[in-house]
């Protein structure tokens, strides 16, 4: 096992944003979130949903052209690791890119590696 999986299985995920399910196989049907953008910790797949639905919904101007990870550094331990990284949504124009501190634990199962814990938090 080395940390390359990790890694992977983040770069993964964020390509697959914009396809719910896609993304969602990356996460654990029961974890725990901690967003800037949420006043408590979320919990479970219908809370995500919830609070995507939310953003959408107050949308200013259009989605990031991209949004990918950065600088991650992994480290595993069995059947458990953790990924750190800075995620950062590139809009274009005048705007300026938004970037957040992300740390994600992850549990390997049957279907490989699923994010049981993702704490983002907005960089000023």
Do not use: K, N
Not at 110 to 117: A, L, M, P, S
């Amino acid at each position: 096992m080395t940390t390359d999986e990790l890694t992977a299985t983040i770069s993964d995920m964020y390509r697959s944003l914009g396809d719910r399910p896609a993304f969602d196989a990356h996460l654990h049907p029961d974890l725990t979130i901690w967003e800037s953008d949420a006043d408590h910790l979320l919990r479970g797949l219908a809370d995500l949903h919830a609070l995507r639905d939310r953003r959408a919904a107050e949308a200013a101007g259009p989605a990031p052209l991209t949004v990918a990870p950065e600088q991650l550094h992994a480290d595993c331990w069995g059947d458990t690791g953790v990924v750190r990284y800075v995620l950062r949504a590139r809009h274009g124009g005048d705007r300026p890119d938004s970037c957040f501190r992300v740390t994600d634990v992850l549990r390997r199962a049957g279907t490989g590696w699923r994010i049981v814990h993702h704490h983002a938090e907005a960089m000023r």
